[in-house]
């Protein structure tokens, strides 16, 4: 059958605009998996971050308030013996100061181990779901809210005494006892969120790049046949 030179140009002609759509769907394609890749590599860094600020707080805050429970039991005692260079009033005036900062430090602490607990953390508009990477984690963050929640009673003693007696040293000794282990605990959660975060994000970043390669090498091996 004879195939006339019309009928070849029409043909090829369809044959160039279906590479030509192939090719533009391939680069919209390509865009999107570059698109992918630098959000997901955009959202681990601030994840990274806001994991940082959040529980590198908490250790902080526990310096904090081991840093106030001594420098009120200091002031109890400068209350009892009467020879400090400050009046009974400044110095009641100091430990009421320090009993609201201790306050206000114990609530900071208390609500970012609130999302640590639930498994969700917002801050700043950012949203983290922490409930996967905390699976393995389960015991150190239970055994940090049982040695908080004792941490916390030793500090409200102290935030109950103007003056020394044997509970508020038995309070300060517990809480100079157990900051480092409080420390140690908060170390081991961030590491770890970090360290899975980190993982999770490579994992996305690697699959869209693989699908980007993929897209390119097709692309141009049609930009090579046509």
Do not use: C, P
């Amino acid at each position: 059958m004879h195939i006339s030179m019309g009928e070849r140009t029409t043909g090829f002609l369809k044959l160039m605009s279906k590479k030509l759509a192939a090719m533009i769907y391939l680069i919209v394609l390509l865009l999107l998996f570059l698109t992918a890749t630098v959000f997901f590599m955009s959202k681990a860094n601030r994840d990274e971050y806001t994991l940082i600020d959040v529980f590198g707080q908490q250790r902080m805050l526990t310096q904090q308030l081991s840093k106030y429970a001594n420098q009120k039991y200091a002031l109890m005692q400068a209350m009892n013996d009467g020879n400090g260079i400050d009046t009974k009033e400044d110095i009641s005036e100091k430990m009421k100061e320090l009993d609201s900062s201790m306050e206000k430090a114990i609530d900071d602490f208390e609500k970012s181990l609130s999302s640590l607990k639930s498994g969700y953390m917002s801050r700043n508009g950012t949203r983290i779901n922490m409930k996967a990477s905390l699976v393995n984690m389960t015991s150190v963050v239970e055994d940090k809210d049982k040695l908080w929640q004792e941490f916390r009673q030793a500090l409200e003693v102290l935030m109950n005494k103007n003056q020394i007696d044997e509970e508020a040293t038995k309070a300060l000794t517990f809480i100079n006892a157990n900051n480092e282990q409080l420390l140690k605990y908060s170390d081991d959660v961030t590491q770890s969120l970090i360290n899975f975060h980190k993982k999770e994000s490579g994992t996305k970043v690697f699959i869209a790049l693989s699908l980007f390669a993929a897209a390119l090498i097709v692309l141009l091996v049609l930009v090579i046949q046509s």
